[in-house]
């Protein structure tokens, strides 16, 4: 890749009780090949002594603590927020528990600098674990939400240039620092799970597409880099597709009513009957929303939807 300037790019990575991977992760960094690359680590309040550790192994690595677990989203908006005030023209995030070729970044940027229509980019995403099996080729939007595409089967080899998704999945993706001026950070109220998904519809309604690079190719664990429980990411999963039903999707009322009892039965298991008015709110901006950009929304939908 030649290009008469080099950009600069920011790459966040967020950590919670998982230094091990983390540090792993960093390990991997130290061989980038990408001349102007600085790393930001999210420390989102853990508990296992991942913040000494990490400044222990990486003392010049940019470490921010938050103080508190703000989630998938509030946690990364903390370093989008960091990467921004430095100066970066494009924001990678990048999830811990992933291992990177060296020349990752390259390819990433070359596109978006030669598209200025491009919003993200994402990497091939391959198994760490299973020689050979995808963990995600970009985001496809369903009836059912979303899915990463291609996850768990084996590589075929087909995609040898970029291509066009529907959104990138945020285990690895590099955004244009526009992006985020322009469409605003992730949703803090996802907290976990499909908060990219909900990004991805944003970045399209403001006109920007996404596309796979498959010459960049990222190592993903998957599931890891929560480290959190199956009962509270049921929960969050039930919210937030009941949310993203309400917002930007087709009326089904079979579809509307399965995510709501589902959600309703969760949210009693959960104990956060306390909260239920800011969930309330959270619905009530959904459906503003879909009155305001319903045909635009529509439009999408046929456009990228894999399903009926």
Known sequence: MVLSRVPKVSIVILNWNGYQDT??????LERLTYPRAEIIVVDNGSADDSERLIRKAYPKVNLIQTGQNLGFAGGNNVGIRAALELGAQYIMLLNNDTVVEKNFLEPLVWHLEKN??????QPK?????QEGVVDSLGQEI??????????????NGEILEPKEIFGPCAAAALFRKEVFEKVGLLDPRF???FEDVDFSWRMREKGYSSWLIPNSVVFHK???SGGTTNEKVSFHAAKNKLFLKIKYYPFRLEDYRNE???FLILLKKTLKLGCLIDYKLFIITGLIHRLKSRARDRQIYQRWASDG
């Open 222 to 224: 998957r599931g890891v």
């Open 125 to 129: 995403l391959m198994r760490d674990n």
């Open 260 to 262: 709501l009892r589902t």
């Open 142 to 155: 369903c009836r059912f939400i979303a899915r990463d595409i291609a996850y768990g089967q084996k590589e």
């Open 191 to 193: 907290f976990m799970v």
């Open 23 to 28: 540090l792993v992760c960093l390990k991997s």
């Open 116 to 121: 200025k229509s491009a919003g993200a980019v």
